[in-house]
């Protein structure tokens, strides 16, 4: 059975930072590209984040580059975001997602590119 199970929010004042983290299971892990995804209060899902199946190459949208890192281990099948700089419009549930596809890189929040999400860890950017 997929599992995909993040870990690691939590309030945080602007200008912090958090880590988080997702630990997957039941699936080869290094096999697949895996992206982050947000959803802020009362507005749809916005993605965040990717990165390949090696750890080499990283995607972020335009609202979060050089704040977050995206990051893997294979070895222990765990998907990390290093957040910086947080600030108050980083609010937001996110999730992990393992797109359907081994290898292919998601940059998007279409439901059918992934098939298995976590159940979210919600981040509070707030003074």
């Known amino acids: 059975e997929v599992q995909l199970v993040e870990s690691g929010g939590g309030l945080v004042q602007p200008g912090g930072s958090l880590t988080l983290s997702c630990a997957a299971s039941g699936f080869t892990f290094s096999n697949y590209a895996m992206s982050w995804v947000r959803q802020a209060p009362g507005k749809g899902l916005e993605w965040v984040s990717a990165?390949?199946?090696?750890?080499?190459?990283?995607y972020y949208t335009d609202s979060v580059k050089g704040r977050f890192t995206i990051s893997r281990d294979n070895a222990k099948n765990t998907l990390y975001l290093q957040m910086n700089s947080l600030k108050p419009e980083d609010t937001a549930v996110y999730y992990c997602?393992?797109?359907?596809?081994?290898?292919?890189?998601?940059?998007?929040?279409?439901?059918?590119?992934?098939?298995?999400w976590g159940q979210g860890t919600q981040v509070t950017v707030s003074s």
């Open positions: 997602a393992k797109p359907k596809v081994p290898y292919l890189v998601v940059r998007t929040t279409t439901r059918d590119e992934y098939d298995y």
């Open positions: 990165i390949n199946t090696g750890g080499v190459r990283s």
